[in-house]
């Protein structure tokens, strides 16, 4: 959900006002106001070269910003009225329009992790040679636990470097065809070869299973891999 309001920044205060936000060429929206979308769906939003404040004055456009949580504080994304935006679970950005000098704030360095889930098929081969298996993949929106929060994918953990996050995995993954899937494996995507490769991974103790334990560093991109059920229920 995104809550996209606009605001007049004037020596010292700040002042919200109503201002016309063009959403992906087609759409005008009045600010404030949501979208709401599956997480990951992508928008344009084009803010005007000036908008209506105080005493009917035209001010013009400053800047974008999109709010920190953790800082607690609004950051400067982009100084262009044109910015494309993701959805995500809380995320705020608002237009600035105002005179005088330019405020901005430095975000600190971060790093994503793009997190997403699939279920795997094995495709049947139709002659009795062997050959090596070959999967075909469909994207799901699975659960992830993330620590103490549920998460649908796809979507992208950002944080510090070295920040440490545990993952657990949806057990049992119900497809809209009333398919019921379990949790198979994870994955990670390497950008060298450009093809996803198995985690191994060593559970030890009372820990979920599928769970696992990532470091924010480079970034990447993990996906859950899920499969049909053998289980019998």
């Given at each position: 959900?995104?809550?996209?309001?606009?605001?007049?920044?004037?020596?010292?205060?700040?002042?919200?006002?109503?201002?016309?936000?063009?959403?992906?060429?087609?759409?005008?929206?009045?600010?404030?106001?949501?979208?709401?979308?599956?997480?990951?769906?992508?928008?344009?939003l084009w803010a005007g070269e000036s908008a209506v404040?105080?005493?009917?004055?035209?001010?013009?456009?400053?800047?974008?910003?999109?709010?920190?949580?953790?800082?607690?504080?609004?950051?400067?994304?982009?100084?262009?009225?044109?910015?494309?935006?993701?959805?995500?679970?809380?995320?705020?950005?608002?237009?600035?329009?105002?005179?005088?000098?330019?405020?901005?704030?430095?975000?600190?360095?971060?790093?994503?992790?793009?997190?997403?889930?699939?279920?795997?098929?094995?495709?049947?081969?139709?002659?009795?040679?062997?050959?090596?298996?070959?999967?075909?993949?469909?994207?799901?929106?699975?659960?992830?636990?993330?620590?103490?929060?549920?998460?649908?994918?796809?979507?992208?953990?950002?944080?510090?470097?070295?920040?440490?996050?545990?993952?657990?995995?949806?057990?049992?993954?119900?497809?809209?065809?009333?398919?019921?899937?379990?949790?198979?494996?994870?994955?990670?995507?390497?950008?060298?070869?450009?093809?996803?490769?198995?985690?191994?991974?060593?559970?030890?103790?009372?820990?979920?299973?599928?769970?696992?334990?990532?470091?924010?560093?480079?970034?990447?991109?993990?996906?859950?891999?899920?499969?049909?059920?053998?289980?019998?229920?």
């Amino acid at each position: 959900m995104h809550e996209v309001p606009g605001f007049l920044f004037i020596p010292t205060t700040q002042t919200e006002l109503s201002t016309t936000i063009v959403v992906d060429e087609s759409q005008e929206r009045v600010t404030p106001f949501q979208l709401c979308a599956v997480a990951g769906t992508r928008f344009g939003l084009w803010a005007g070269e000036s908008a209506v404040g105080k005493d009917d004055q035209s001010v013009p456009f400053r800047r974008w910003e999109q709010y920190n949580e953790t800082e607690g504080v609004w950051e400067t994304i982009s100084e262009k009225p044109v910015i494309s935006v993701s959805l995500s679970p809380g995320a705020e950005y608002r237009a600035v329009f105002g005179e005088g000098a330019v405020w901005t704030f430095v975000p600190r360095q971060q790093v994503c992790l793009e997190l997403s889930s699939v279920h795997m098929i094995q495709q049947i081969p139709s002659t009795t040679t062997y050959t090596q298996p070959t999967f075909t993949v469909d994207p799901i929106q699975a659960t992830i636990l993330v620590g103490d929060v549920e998460r649908v994918t796809p979507f992208r953990l950002c944080d510090e470097p070295g920040a440490q996050y545990v993952l657990i995995p949806q057990a049992i993954h119900w497809t809209a065809q009333e398919q019921r899937l379990e949790f198979w494996k994870w994955q990670r995507y390497n950008a060298e070869t450009e093809e996803w490769e198995d985690l191994i991974y060593l559970l030890l103790g009372n820990v979920a299973p599928g769970q696992l334990n990532v470091s924010l560093r480079e970034g990447g991109h993990l996906r859950a891999v899920y499969r049909y059920s053998t289980m019998l229920y």
